[in-house]
Every structure is written in C-alpha cells, then in structure tokens.
C-alpha cells in the first residue's frame, strides 16, 4: 500500500447507527486530517491531529468523533447522524505543521445517512 | 472567515484548446497548491509553489504564485480528454499558526470536448 487509503469507500447508515471511518497514511507523515465536501461546497477542514494530538477541531458536532492512536492512522466515529451529514468524507496527511503544507489526500469515503 | 475566489467556476472548452483559471485572497499566503479531483476520488496535488513570483510547470501543467502573493494561476496547455474533473486551489495564510491548515478556493469544473 502506498499514500493514504480509506476504508469503507462507501458506507449507507441510518440515523441511530454507530459506525467508524477508517484512515491510514503510508507516507511518513506527522499530521492528519478529516475533510467534508459536500456538493457546491468547499472542501470543510473538520479536525487537524498533530503528531497524535488534535490541535484543531473546527466547531464540529459532537456526532462526530475522532480518534489518532498513532501518527499513521486517523479515525472518524459516527453517531446519530443526521441526513444533511451525507457526504464525501476525505481524509488527509502532510509531512507536519509548521513544516511543508503539502496536504496528500485518500480516495474518500462516500457516506449516505438515511 | 478568510476565503479564496477561484474562477472561473466551470469551463467546457475544446480538446486542444488552452485552459487558464485563477485563485484571489485579500490577504497574503506563504504557500499555493493547486490539486485536481476525479469523479468518486479525492484531489491530487499537482503543483506546490512556495515563493512569490515562482513559476512552476508539471507537464502541460504551469502554475505562478502572484507577486503580491494574494493570487496563483493555473494554466493548462493543449487540453486533452483526461483533462476533465475539478480543479482545486488552496493557500496557507502568511498570519496563520503553523496548524498546516489550508484554505481552499470553491473549485473549476473542466469538460473538454473530443
């Protein structure tokens, strides 16, 4: 495996489900990063993890939950989602902050809340 | 919060023709990138440019970061099919923390026609 891969591709949950977006980064990498894109959207930056610390959660609800065990996987819980929560969910590595902001992304995963 | 304007926001042009497409901030960024995104996949990074005035090319592929650097520019030369997809800026603000968190501009649709 190499750059950043995320499991599942596409995930279809219902409102009272519990689920889990999965993250790993094969690039040697010290920082890590969720994104929502939603349609007609910007790309939304949702938490940054430095080195195994979050050091940005950008107001994000509590539905939403991450997890950094180690510098090279990333994370994201789901809870009681909501449907406008449908989205492409992508996430990102770079070598570090406050070092290159070259941000290498996986291929996405695509989530549908019923 | 700051924002990028990027345009335009689609282009549907000729295969062979020359693409040209834009990003502006009203503030100064240290870093441009400019990524591409396929249908179902996340972006791509295809060029980094670090220094105002820098002109860097990656295959048919030649972006600038704007003297004032409060701009970048993408060109594409002779479009091909495989061209087609979105087109992404991002910029690292000058006055940021080095959280590596990076701005994204709304993006350009590109159709080419065989």
């Known amino acids: 495996e190499t750059g950043v891969t995320q499991t599942p591709r596409h995930l279809v949950m219902g409102m009272t489900n519990k689920k889990s977006l999965k993250c790993e980064q094969h690039?040697?990498?010290?920082?890590m990063y969720w994104y929502k894109q939603s349609a007609k959207k910007p790309l939304e930056l949702m938490f940054v993890?430095?080195?195994?610390?979050?050091?940005e959660n950008n107001s994000v609800p509590s539905r939403f939950s991450p997890e950094c065990p180690n510098s090279s996987h990333l994370f994201l819980h789901l809870h009681t989602l909501q449907p406008e929560d449908s989205a492409l969910y992508l996430c990102?590595?770079?070598?570090?902050?406050?070092?290159?902001?070259?941000?290498?992304f996986g291929p996405g995963t695509r989530l549908t809340v019923t | 919060g700051q924002q990028l304007n990027q345009s335009p926001q689609s282009m549907f042009i000729q295969e062979g023709e020359d693409v040209s497409m834009n990003c502006t901030s009203s503030?100064?960024?240290?870093?441009w990138l400019w990524y591409k995104q396929d249908p179902g996949e996340g972006p791509v990074l295809l060029i980094a440019?670090?220094?105002?005035?820098e002109l860097t090319s990656n295959g048919r592929l030649t972006a600038q970061f704007g003297i004032t650097r409060k701009d970048s520019f993408l060109n594409i030369s002779a479009s091909i099919p495989s061209d087609v997809g979105i087109y992404f800026c991002?910029?690292?603000?000058?006055?940021?923390?080095?959280?590596?968190?990076?701005?994204f501009g709304q993006g350009t649709t590109l159709q080419v026609k065989p």
């Open positions: 503030s100064i960024f240290n870093t």
């Open positions: 440019l670090y220094k105002a005035g």
């Open positions: 690039l040697g990498h010290n920082a």
């Open positions: 990102a590595s770079s070598p570090g902050t406050g070092s290159s902001y070259e941000q290498y």
């Open positions: 993890y430095s080195l195994e610390e979050r050091v």
């Open positions: 991002a910029g690292h603000p000058w006055d940021s923390s080095n959280t590596g968190k990076l701005i």
